[in-house]
């Protein structure tokens, strides 16, 4: 057998069939995990709903619901769906993690729902964010999901994978984030198109969980499949405790897998990046684009939503104020965040610094309860994607949590001091 | 069988100079603001409502259209709305040099005929909107305004048994699902 790359080696543990797990071929794929959102949620129903009639899922105990998009809901709408989804749940005894518990993605791996190896779907196109713990997660649209759910398995094309090198390592005041857009940069937005995409280097293998998840989260903005960061010992006890198994080992490539590209990333030199309007891969030096005056911060999203990230945001603002003028807000990822954040005193230092502070989930990245942005207005944000529209009418600007700190006191564009 | 063939009229999505569009994502198609929307139906009037140019694009397709795009159409979101407002217009086609990811498998299993074109943003000019356009979605033959003859990918095995079942559900229905 050809040697083999992670996914084609999750893959192979997850595929009944006798169709070789080779780039290019249809296998269908078993799924440890099958979710919908309320965005979507309804819609997975009525299609449930409509071919299944009541049929049972075919493993309520594989089956979940996570609420993060429109959390507690601003719009009758919104509050409909996630109530159609809440009964048909009870119906099929299914459980929903509902609109307090945070970003679905978040709390699976919190949760320990996915771990290494894992495969998982639902209705969040940055599920492929699991890639930060060595698990498969996918998003899918309504009509997939709704059949997962009835059979408890999908249809996948094997996609062939690429490897990026990462080379030197992230120095003060560069985070994870910035390494997350010198990759964005290279590669442009559709660079990992229909590909699994494997990290390897020394800055790579140093991130911390929140730095994985930052770097995971965006390869969706590559038009990749999933990025995997293959776990370290400190991920791999992560995910044993979370899930309660010992029995979970970590899947990494064969030294002789095959790629179909490799690309160097050098970030040596890196300074602190930013993500111009109106593309995610849109990226330049943060100094080119000093000196623009901004209207507001949101720091939060799936992207950038961890506990860390705001330690990292309360060391810059603590004891100072955000700009006059400035709308500054705070979404954290997930309730055991907002939780850390309350008992530690970075919520305190958030809050005097001058930080609206809002409940968990995707509010201010998609169009949620908290910030949309209005024509004319300059945001800096956190989160994953600044498309026309995304946030509002407004225009977004995409940095890491240091340099979205930094900003917000300063009322402008500005370099962040290491 | 359904027809694998198919002829109609070319929507080649470009921007106000003129170059045909990449990376149209999910919120230009279908913004996030209609996302509450279930039924169908009412999903076709807000196609392409939030692309530069296009905004009228819903008032304007009649069934049987096809749409022209460039690299990494429906980029973003995993959104079933950005491929079922399309249906719901009737477009018969879209074809792109390549489509984003998710997209590309949420119009397999809705049905709706998605054709990649290899290298087509290198000749985009040869298209225009309004030119009539023929896909042999088994062969992957294109044929515009009945002259000139370029060559997509087919359809793979399983798109062309969704497509012939109709959707995802029926397909799993014929396998015993």
Redesign the interface.
């Known amino acids: 057998m050809a040697r083999q790359t992670i996914i084609e080696k999750i893959f192979q543990a997850h595929s009944p069939g006798d169709t070789p797990v080779t780039p290019g071929n249809?296998i269908w794929l078993d799924l440890d995990v099958r979710s919908a959102r309320d965005?979507?949620g309804?819609?997975v129903v009525?299609?449930y709903r409509?071919?299944y009639d009541d049929a049972p899922v075919a493993d309520r105990d594989k089956t979940f619901f996570t609420f993060d998009l429109v959390v507690p809901p601003n719009?009758i709408?919104?509050a409909?769906?996630q109530q159609i989804c809440r009964i048909w749940a009870r119906e099929q005894g299914v459980r929903v993690y509902d609109v307090d518990a945070g970003i679905g993605s978040h709390v699976a791996m919190e949760e320990g729902l996915a771990y290494p190896g894992s495969t998982f779907v639902g209705?969040?196109?940055h599920l492929n964010i699991l890639g930060a713990v060595g698990a498969f997660g996918?998003?899918?649209?309504?009509?997939?999901i709704?059949?997962t759910f009835?059979?408890g398995k999908t249809?996948f094309?094997v996609?062939p994978t690429m490897k990026v090198v990462v080379k030197g390592e992230i120095k003060p005041p560069c985070t994870a984030r910035d390494l997350t857009l010198a990759v964005l940069q290279r590669l442009g937005?559709?660079g990992a198109?229909?590909r699994a995409v494997e990290f390897c280097g020394s800055a790579i293998e140093a991130l911390d969980l929140p730095g994985r998840i930052t770097l995971a989260s965006q390869i969706?903005e590559m038009?990749?499949?999933i990025g995997f960061i293959p776990p370290s010992e400190e991920i791999l006890a992560f995910a044993r405790e979370r899930a309660g198994r010992d029995d979970v080992e970590g899947v990494y490539a064969d030294p002789d897998a095959t790629y179909v590209e490799t690309v160097e990333v050098d970030i040596t030199d890196m300074e602190p990046l930013v993500a111009c309007p109106p593309?995610p891969a849109n990226v330049k030096p943060v100094r080119e684009a000093a000196g623009q005056r901004i209207d507001s911060v949101f720091l939060g999203s799936c992207t950038n939503g961890r506990f860390e990230d705001f330690v990292a945001v309360a060391d810059v603002v603590k004891g100072k104020h955000v700009a006059p003028g400035v709308m500054a807000s705070v979404v954290p990822a997930t309730r055991r965040v907002f939780e850390q954040m309350l008992r530690s005193g970075v919520l305190e230092a958030l809050f005097d610094a001058g930080f609206i502070i809002s409940n968990p989930g995707c509010g201010g990245c998609?169009?949620g309860h908290i910030g949309m942005t209005g024509q004319g207005q300059v945001q800096i944000s956190t989160s994953n994607?600044n498309?026309?529209?995304?946030q509002g009418a407004g225009e977004t600007y995409l940095t890491s949590p240091v340099t979205a700190a930094w900003c917000a006191l300063k009322g402008e564009i500005t370099v962040p001091e290491a | 069988m359904k027809e694998t063939r198919i002829e109609g009229r070319l929507w080649a999505l470009t921007d106000p100079d003129g170059t045909l569009y990449?990376?149209i994502?999910t919120?230009?198609i279908f913004?996030?603001?209609y996302?509450?929307i279930?039924d169908v139906t009412q999903m076709g009037q807000y196609a392409l409502d939030?692309l530069?140019g296009w905004e009228e694009f819903a008032q304007k397709a009649q069934p049987g259209d096809l749409i022209l795009a460039g690299?990494?159409f429906g980029?973003?979101?995993?959104?079933?709305q950005a491929?079922d407002c399309f249906r719901a217009l009737g477009i018969s086609a879209i074809v792109a040099e390549?489509h984003?990811?998710?997209y590309?498998?949420?119009a397999i299993?809705?049905g709706l005929a998605i054709v990649s074109l290899p290298g087509l943003t290198e000749r985009a000019d040869e298209f225009k909107t309004g030119d009539q356009l023929k896909v042999d979605f088994e062969t992957g033959e294109l044929v515009l305004n009945g002259e000139k003859t370029l060559q997509a990918r087919p359809f793979?095995?399983?798109q062309m048994d969704i497509y012939q079942a109709g959707?995802?559900?029926a397909y799993?229905k014929t396998l015993g699902?």
């Open positions: 249809i965005f979507a309804a819609n009525h299609n409509t071919h719009n709408p919104y409909n769906n209705t969040d196109s996918q998003g899918m649209g309504d009509q997939d709704a059949f009835k059979t249809w094309e996609p937005s559709n198109l229909g969706t038009g990749g499949i593309s998609a169009s994607r498309f026309r529209g995304k | 990449d990376d994502d919120d230009m913004h996030n603001r996302l509450h279930v939030n530069k690299k990494n980029a973003g979101s995993s959104r079933q491929v390549s984003g990811a998710i590309k498998r949420n299993n809705s793979s095995q399983v959707n995802l559900f799993g699902e």
